[in-house]
Every structure is written in structure tokens, then in C-alpha cells.
């Protein structure tokens, strides 16, 4: 029996039961003669009857439903992994995660597509902001050469090839995303000028990485597969992909030094900030942080500070400038007493050999670190030394991996919040700042906050003011540890400390006193205390006063 049979059929069921139940069910004969009331006398008996026996009762023939089907039929679940995210979903057409729609636009529109609807061109809405970037763009066409980005869409051909459980979170699609993203809004190709693409030499590496690591890269271009680590993969591309993302990166370094651009943006992969000198981990083949501070230096820059953002410490970075005091790292990430990917970057490591000072870490203790702490460390721990420092150039190892939504992050980090950080380094080294990609893993993140990144370089402000910020008590506790530690190397740093240590104390007391009162307060109950009984509450207390001074005298 089919859908629509059963239907009519439990239709036909209820008109039969109201006519048994029916008032009006008197019949005719052929003759129009009325026949005897059988109906009536049957509802008459019905009325007295009880629901069980209505349940129990024979039904006609008319009403036999031992053919019936169920409506609801067994309905196989797809596995499918979200374009945004990668978590696996069963069934729904919306992540269970993110809410990203299964066809979502996001490789075609960048975070200005809805996550919530599949691809069908972009909503009103969406267009209406895609206009006003582009409006923005034509305003602000004298400066179109002011910032570079470096791109190449060979390096989309480094990719996981080896079929595994669950997609790898470093993919082309981080990439496309943001371009997506950066074209919608008309930024690039547009406000922005594009570098030509080149391969980095062999010298150029080495002045960076040891000639086995080198060569140990070069190699998987021979295979069609292979890993460095479980989670660091490469296919017969992935050797050219890193020497163009390290080449972009060393030439948008020596434009913005010599001054044919004022700053830049490098929108490559694969990452670089884990890849130390001889090994390459943690997504990482070549270290492009690295090859564009050593690439500034040959352009003309003495000093080079290196502020690294993205929520896994840069071990690789920091091993590569631990003993050179003509690069200053800062590194702000997840540490969590060592337990967070990739164990290195506690406080006290500061740098070797005479370099002591020159590694700063500010090491998270906990996850869903936001806005107000970074910005709060940015305050007094990241300017106030980079300020001492006085570059000459200015790196940030961008990843967008603590950004709100990102899997493996799992912070708290806005666009906003970004874009506020961004902005409070342009003053340094007269605004000659080059952004590189590093991590992040949610697209709708990623492409969002690299956007308001660009927006800064342009010349736009932050758009929301994060200047009277308030750390969270963690984050008050990690900045002033790393403030203790690196007063040693840099004295600037007293002062802050030492206001600090003074406001965490009365925080500290205040959290005391209120905890009391809580404690005293919970004692009797307030009903207790002022409501009907107060009277007999007071009489009895002064009685127990009174009580207790006499046991006393005696």
C-alpha cells in the first residue's frame, strides 16, 4: 500500500468511527421508507462503552489494516565533512559544528557567502558589502601600490594524497578561501598588486636550513607521497610549492625594505614557523619567517622583529634566532604547561649564547584565550619591547589558528581583534610590515581575519577600539609572569611589572573580601533574617548572646 493509500485509509477509518459515534445515522430503503435507527441505538451503546472496548472492538472489512505499511522508512545516513571545518557530519545538511551548509559558496565567495545557505551566487546582502569594498577600492585608487600581496596558485597543488579517516586540516582550501574572500571584496586583484612568483635558491635556504634538510625536501619530488612526520605530508608538488612560498616571501621582504612597497601580505603554504633547522614538523616544510628576515637583512635592515600570533608556539623560529641578537622574537601561543602542540615556549626560555632577551614567550595556560588578552599582552609586554628594540622591519607569523571556530586552536580571537594587533605594529620600523600565513584551520575564520588584516595595511582603522581592555585572570598571571622574567633583558619592562604586580594584588584582596562576604552572607538565610520571623530571628539571637556572656562570666 502506498503513502497515499495509507492515508486515505486512516481517513476512511476516522469517517467510519464518526459515523458509529454520529448523531445522524438513520437510513432509507430503496423506497425512501425510513428503516430502524440500528445507528443510533449502536452510538446509544457505544457512549456506554470504554476506550479499551472501543480499542478491542471488530472493525469491518473496510477498516482491516493488516496491509499497512510504516510511513517512515529506514533513511541511510551520508557521511559527508564539512568544507569550513572538516569535522565529520552525518546526514543534516548543516555541520553539527560550525553550521556551515554542506554546498555552502565559501571556496567561491570567502566568508562573505552565507554558511547557512548552499552556493547560489551571493545574497543580497552579501552583494550590497561587496560593493561598498569595491566602492572603497575606487577611493582609494592613488594608493593601489602601497600593498603587495604574494600568491601563486601552484602552491594549491601541495596536498595530502594518501586517503585517511578524516580530510587534513592544512589543505588547499585555506588558501582559496582567503582569495576567495580578498576578490569578492574587491581587495584582490584590486586594491592590492600582486609580486611576480619565483622559486627560492638552494643558497638562500641554507643560509636558513642545513643542506640535509634541504635536500630531504627536494627529494619528495621524486615520490608521489610521502611524510616527514604522521602529520607533516608532501606529494611530488609539495617541494616547488615551499620554495615559492619562501621565494615570495624573501622578494615582498627586499621590496618593503628598499621601499618600492610600503608593507605586504604573503598568502602561502605550506606554513613555515615549525620547521627548524633540520627537520621539518607540524605541517611545516621551510621556515618562511626565517628566509624573510634573513632576506631584509641583505636588503638594507639591521634589526628584525618577528611577533608571532598563531596559537602553536614557533619552535622552529625560535630555534633557527635563538643566539642572534639581530632578531627579536615574540612568540604569543598555547602553552599549557608544555602540554599544548609543540611543548616548547615556555616563559623562561629566553634565548642562548648571548642572545638572552631576544626569544620573549607568552605562553597561554589555558585555551579560549580572546581579544582582551592578546591585546592586553600586545600593551605591555609585546610594544613596550619591540619599542626598546626599534626594528628596522617587522615580520608577523600570522596564523589565524586562535581564531574563534578554529578545531585545533579553540580560542576566542575576533577579526577585530586581528585587525587591532595589526594596527598597533604599524608604528614600528616606520610601518614597513610584511604578514605572512602561517596556521589556521577554519575557512570562515581564517579568510574573515586575513581580511581584516589587508584592510590595515591599506590604511584603514581596526574599526573597533580594544584600548581599555581587561585581561582575564590567567592572562593577568602569564603576562606577569613573562614580565618578571624578561625585566632581566629589558628594564622598560619595570615599570609595568611593578604597576601590575600592584593592581593584581588588590584584585587579589578584592576577591578575598567578596568571598567572605559571600561565606557570612550564606550563614542565614536573608529570608530568614528580614522576612515574617526577623522578630522571633532577633530575640533568639540575643538570647544566645545573652547566653553565651553568662557561661562566659562564669
Not at 638572552?356 to 599582552?377: H, K, L, M, Q, T
Request: proline share 4%.
Amino acid at each position: 500500500m502506498t503513502r497515499l493509500a495509507n492515508g486515505e485509509a486512516e481517513i476512511s477509518r476516522h469517517k467510519s468511527n464518526n459515523e458509529v459515534f454520529g448523531k445522524d445515522a438513520s437510513t432509507d430503503d430503496v423506497n425512501g421508507n425510513t428503516l430502524p435507527d440500528v445507528s443510533s441505538k449502536k452510538a446509544g451503546q457505544q457512549k456506554e462503552m470504554t476506550f479499551q472496548d472501543v480499542y478491542n472492538q471488530d472493525l469491518d472489512d473496510e477498516d482491516d489494516d493488516s496491509d499497512w505499511e510504516p510511513l517512515q522508512k529506514n533513511v541511510e545516513l551520508v557521511k559527508w565533512f564539512c568544507t569550513n571545518c572538516t569535522m565529520v557530519n552525518l546526514g543534516d545538511v548543516n555541520c553539527d559544528i560550525c553550521g556551515e551548509h554542506r554546498e555552502s559558496g565559501i571556496l567561491r565567495h570567502g566568508f562573505l557567502a552565507s554558511p547557512l545557505l548552499p552556493d547560489s551566487g551571493l545574497t543580497e546582502i552579501d552583494s550590497d558589502i561587496r560593493e561598498r569594498h569595491k566602492d572603497t577600492g575606487s577611493q582609494d585608487s592613488a594608493s593601489n601600490g602601497s600593498t603587495a600581496v604574494g600568491f601563486d596558485e601552484r602552491m594549491l597543488l601541495h596536498s595530502e594524497i594518501q586517503l585517511t579517516s578524516h580530510p587534513h586540516p592544512e589543505r588547499p582550501d585555506r588558501i582559496r578561501a582567503i582569495a576567495a574572500s580578498l576578490a569578492t571584496a574587491g581587495i584582490f586583484p584590486g586594491r592590492c598588486y600582486p609580486i611576480p612568483a619565483r622559486e627560492i635558491t638552494r643558497e638562500e635556504l641554507q643560509m636558513v636550513h642545513s643542506l640535509e634538510h634541504v635536500e630531504a625536501v627536494d627529494l619528495t619530488g621524486h615520490m608521489f607521497t610521502s611524510y616527514f612526520t604522521p602529520d607533516t605530508y608532501a606529494n611530488e608538488h609539495s617541494a616547488r610549492a615551499a620554495r615559492l612560498a619562501a621565494g615570495l616571501c624573501a622578494d615582498l621582504a627586499s621590496a618593503i625594505v628598499s621601499g618600492r612597497t610600503k608593507n605586504g601580505f604573503a598568502l602561502v603554504r605550506p606554513p613555515g614557523h615549525h620547521a627548524g633547522i633540520k627537520q621539518a614538523m607540524g605541517f611545516c616544510l621551510h621556515n618562511n619567517a626565517a628566509v624573510a628576515a634573513l632576506a631584509a637583512q641583505v636588503s638594507g635592515a639591521k634589526k628584525v622583529l618577528i611577533v608571532d600570533w598563531d596559537v602553536h608556539h614557533g619552535n622552529g623560529t625560535q630555534e633557527i634566532f635563538e643566539q642572534n641578537k639581530s632578531v627579536l622574537y615574540i612568540s604569543l601561543h598555547r602553552h599549557e604547561g608544555g602540554k599544548f602542540y609543540p611543548g616548547t615556549g615556555a616563559a623562561d626560555e629566553v634565548g642562548t649564547m648571548g642572545a638572552e632577551g631576544y626569544c620573549v614567550n607568552v605562553p597561554w595556560s589555558r585555551g579560549g584565550v580572546g581579544d582582551n588578552d592578546y591585546v592586553f599582552a600586545f600593551q605591555h609586554v609585546v610594544l613596550p619591547i619591540a619599542s626598546a628594540f626599534a626594528p628596522d622591519f617587522t615580520i608577523i607569523s600570522a596564523g589565524f589558528d586562535a581564531a574563534r571556530g578554529d578545531p585545533l586552536g579553540c580560542c576566542d580571537v575576533t577579526p577585530a581583534g586581528y585587525a587591532k594587533m595589526t594596527d598597533m605594529l604599524t608604528d614600528l620600523s616606520g610601518g614597513k610590515l610584511l604578514v605572512i600565513l602561517e596556521g589556521g584551520y577554519n575557512l570562515r575564520s581564517i579568510s574573515s581575519s586575513a581580511t581584516s588584516v589587508i584592510k590595515v595595511l591599506l590604511g584603514e582603522s581596526p574599526g573597533c577600539e580594544l584600548d581599555n581592555t581587561s585581561p582575564s585572570r590567567s592572562g593577568l598571571q602569564t603576562v606577569l609572569e613573562v614580565l618578571k622574567i624578561q625585566s632581566n633583558y629589558w628594564p622598560v619592562l619595570a615599570s609595568n611589572f611593578t604597576k601590575l604586580q600592584s593592581q593584581a594584588r588588590m584584585h587579589s584582596i578584592e576577591n578575598k573580601r567578596k568571598q567572605i562576604e559571600k561565606k557570612r552572607r550564606a550563614v542565614t538565610p536573608m529570608w530568614w533574617k528580614w522576612g515574617r520571623k526577623g522578630l522571633l530571628y532577633h530575640f533568639l539571637n540575643g538570647q544566645n548572646r545573652h547566653a553565651h556572656v553568662k557561661r562566659k562570666g562564669v
